[in-house]
């Protein structure tokens, strides 16, 4: 699998405080602002709007081991506990760095590299968390084996810091994993056990159903649903991933469509059976063809489309180039604001407690937006 292509854009970036050993705070270089956003800038009077420019801090060090990240997300069950997925390489799989509560005084760094990785989290292109503090990600190769055929898809995680990346066999510490969409470039969680994938094999978004695990390590699948929403038709964007994440009441999905230059908005609440579908390398449950409404939120060919967070109505995409944030308005369909944050290769994106977060993929690196 060929590595990430930066296209690394001349931008002056101005280092203009250092808060301690762990931040290093640089001032965006241009902001166009529609309206107040909480997690760009705070409430301001008329005419203050440079003052209350956001800050970015990077809030990593060399000591994190944060190497070719590819996504983060926080955990719902424990406080600030945020998670980044590592890309790896092709001879060892992917691997995890978790900072156990971002608001601490001091950052502690848990890197974690699960036993079996080469197969269950193949170059992971994005991570997502559900409710009850499992996790699943996608994998952004065609074969997870290597021998040619296309035996990959999204793998579930443990939560459970005695569970995940400790030994458990041959197969490690997964809880599952079904294998139908090879080049999965983004995921997201509907609840518990189910969850949303951009697929750029097929080129089409799935929705997967891990039905109940297996439990760390097994093997047994043929609980699992494959719906296969064909009428949307997506491409992925050589090896950046392809973001997305569910509203609140999830009902609706927001999927970055890299390829193709755009934002979909689907309702999943629409979703329609058509018939059912061959097995594909695996015993399942179901395995079916889909339907459902969608619409283009945004499009345009001048933005490298990666990276994406919901907060509320408030949705956040990010530009893979050049670091740019967009924030757009989901009642309105609105683009609210924007920031320029100066950091190329900019991944995931994530939102605590009103704060965004990211990881750049060129840099290595965490960083958080603070308002101001």
């Known amino acids: ?6 296209i690394i854009a001349t931008t002056l970036v101005l280092l203009v405080g250092f808060s301690s050993c762990k931040d290093d705070e640089v001032t965006p270089s241009e902001v166009v602002r529609k309206n107040d956003i909480p997690e760009f800038y705070l409430e301001a009077n ?120 400790k030994p458990s066999g041959g197969n490690g510490s997964h809880l599952d994993m079904l294998h139908g969409s090879p080049y999965s470039m983004g995921i997201a969680s509907e609840n518990d056990n189910a969850y949303w994938v ?24 043929d609980d699992g ?18 973001h997305m994440v569910m509203n609140d009441d999830r009902t609706i999905l927001y999927a970055i469509d890299g390829g193709n230059k755009r934002v979909l908005e689907i309702d999943v609440n629409s979703a329609n059976r058509l018939r059912s579908l061959g097995l594909i390398n695996e015993q399942l449950a ?28 408030r949705l956040f995409v990010g530009d893979f180039d050049n670091g740019n944030v967009r924030c757009i308005d989901l009642n309105t369909k609105e683009e609210l604001g924007r920031i320029e944050t100066g950091v190329e290769g900019m991944t ?8 965004l977060y990211f990881v750049s993929y060129a840099t290595n690196s965490l960083y958080k937006i603070e308002a101001k």
């Open 1 to 6: 699998m060929k590595k990430v292509n930066l």
């Open 46 to 165: 008329e005419g203050d709007w440079g003052i209350n420019q956001p800050n970015i801090l990077k809030i990593s060090s060399n000591a994190s081991r944060i190497l070719k990240p590819t996504d983060l997300d926080f955990n719902p069950t424990r406080k600030g506990e945020l998670w980044i997925t590592n890309e790896g390489t092709d001879n060892t799989g992917g691997t995890t760095v978790r900072i156990p509560d971002i608001t601490a005084e001091d950052y502690e760094y848990d890197y974690r590299k699960d036993g079996n990785s080469w197969h269950f989290m193949a170059f992971p292109t994005a991570l997502a968390f559900s409710e009850n503090g499992d996790w699943a990600t996608s994998s952004g190769i065609l074969d997870a084996n290597r021998q040619g055929g296309s035996f990959t898809g999204p793998a579930l995680w443990s939560g459970d810091l005695d569970i995940y990346a």
């Open 198 to 221: 951009f697929e750029g094999y097929n080129k089409h978004i799935c929705r997967y159903d891990f039905g109940g695990d297996h439990g760390p390590g097994n093997a047994d699948h």
């Open 225 to 242: 649903v494959i719906q296969r929403f064909t009428n949307i038709s997506v491409k992925k964007n050589g090896t950046v991933p392809s």
């Open 286 to 313: 179901d395995h079916s063809e889909w339907n459902a409404d969608f619409e283009v939120l945004a499009s345009d060919e001048n933005f490298n489309y990666c990276g994406m967070a919901i907060n509320g109505n």
């Open 348 to 355: 995931g994106l994530a939102v605590y407690d009103n704060q």
